[in-house]
T-cell receptor
Framework: EAQVTQNPRYLITVTGKKLTVTCSQNMNHEYMSWYRQDPGLGLRQIYYSMNVEVTDKGDVPEGYKVSRKEKRNFPLILESPSPNQTSLYFC???????????????????FGDGTRLSIL | KQEVTQIPAALSVPEGENLVLNCSFTDSAIYNLQWFRQDPGKGLTSLLLIQSSQREQTSGRLNASLDKSSGRSTLYIAASQPGDSATYLCAVSSNYQLIWGAGTKLIIKP
């Protein structure tokens, strides 16, 4: 079954304790992305990756790191979490974002079920 | 900078009614526009994707339209059912990013 898997689904932790949220997709997608969702603000992009070893900042990258060492995995790292990073996080993937410019390969993004992080 | 707005923020209608959700965006230079559904505690499900060259897309009881020149999209839901209750989000694709609206929370009353 084609899917995007995030872990953990829920996490309560304390300020300053490094954490990693994993994201894995089994569809051989090139493009992967992390979003956070906050009430009244919709989803905002944190980082995205066009392919292995290619990552770029989204709209709200401060306080986050990512890596893309292999195609299927795109972990989100919070080196020193703070309470303002309490949020609902989504990982997403799609075949290729560049192909949005044409008709072929214009595919929607597939999303994980989300990770609810609470930083105390 | 692209901004996406969804109005209303919440909507409650009786079962069986047809309804329209609205999405507006400020920059018409988009690649496509997508409508998603979000259920509580669940991820996001893609409903419809309209490419920038298209005017509308249909899937079952759902019909989405796109007017790039006016920066508007609508999601039409026919014969609404309680199972349609969810938050509906629109997102525009531009410059390697998806820019999202804050969503419309829809409640269909039995």
């Amino acid at each position: 079954e084609a899917q995007v898997t995030q872990n953990p689904r829920y996490l309560i932790t304390v300020t300053g304790k490094k954490l990693t949220v994993t994201c894995s997709q089994n569809m051989n997608h090139e493009y992967m992305s992390w979003y956070r969702q906050d009430p009244g603000l919709g989803l905002r992009q944190i980082y995205y990756s066009m392919n292995v070893e290619v990552t770029d900042k989204g709209d709200v990258p401060e306080g986050y790191k990512v890596s893309r060492k292999e195609k299927r995995n795109f972990p989100l790292i919070l080196e020193s979490p703070s309470p303002n990073q309490t949020s609902l996080y989504f990982c997403a993937s799609k075949w290729s974002f560049d192909r949005d410019r044409g008709i072929v390969g214009n595919q929607p993004q597939h999303f994980g079920d989300g990770t609810r992080l609470s930083i105390l | 900078k692209q901004e996406v707005t969804q109005i209303p923020a919440a909507l409650s209608v009786p079962e069986g009614e047809n309804l329209v959700l609205n999405c507006s965006f400020t920059d018409s230079a988009i690649y496509n526009l997508q409508w998603f559904r979000q259920d509580p505690g669940k991820g996001l499900t893609s409903l419809l994707l309209i490419q920038s060259s298209q005017r509308e897309q249909t899937s079952g009881r759902l019909n989405a339209s796109l007017d790039k020149s006016s920066g508007r999209s609508t999601l039409y839901i026919a014969a609404s059912q309680p199972g349609d209750s969810a938050t509906y989000l629109c997102a525009v694709s531009s410059n390697y990013q998806l820019i999202w609206g804050a969503g419309t929370k829809l409640i269909i009353k039995p």
